[in-house]
């Protein structure tokens, strides 16, 4: 059974730097694409950052030059470096991966981790 864990939120102050973590366990023959998105107070969801296996990246315009997603490929490990952080990058961060595992192709999503920029 494959399970995302995600870890690295908390309370940073305006201008700061965070790094979130998700960790993929189990049974995993690829990691087709990954992603990370996010839900702030009385949002939708909307696309962080994602990157694909070939490591094609693709940012949300309001985070371009901010923030980095990478990737360990030893670890399963999808990193979002996120620098100069502002006030309206506050919000809940989910994982999400594309896999290929023992059942075939599917999606996956991460518990989220709350992320709050204030002073």
């Known amino acids: 059974q494959v399970k995302l864990v995600e870890s690295g939120g908390g309370l940073v102050q305006p201008g700061g730097s965070l790094r979130l973590s998700c960790a993929a366990s189990?049974?995993?023959?690829?990691?087709?694409?990954m992603a990370w998105y996010r839900q702030g107070p009385g949002k939708q969801r909307e696309l962080v950052a994602s990157m694909t296996n070939g490591g094609n990246t693709n940012y949300g315009d309001s985070v371009k030059g901010r923030f980095t997603i990478s990737r360990d490929y030893g670890e399963n490990t999808v990193y979002l470096q996120m620098n100069s952080l502002k006030p309206e990058d506050t919000a809940v961060y989910y994982c999400?991966?594309?896999?290929?595992?023992?059942?075939?192709?599917?999606?996956?999503w991460g518990q989220g981790t709350q992320v709050t920029v204030s002073f």
């Open positions: 189990g049974v995993i023959f690829r990691i087709n694409t």
């Open positions: 999400n991966l594309d896999l290929i595992t023992v059942t075939g192709k599917g999606e996956y």
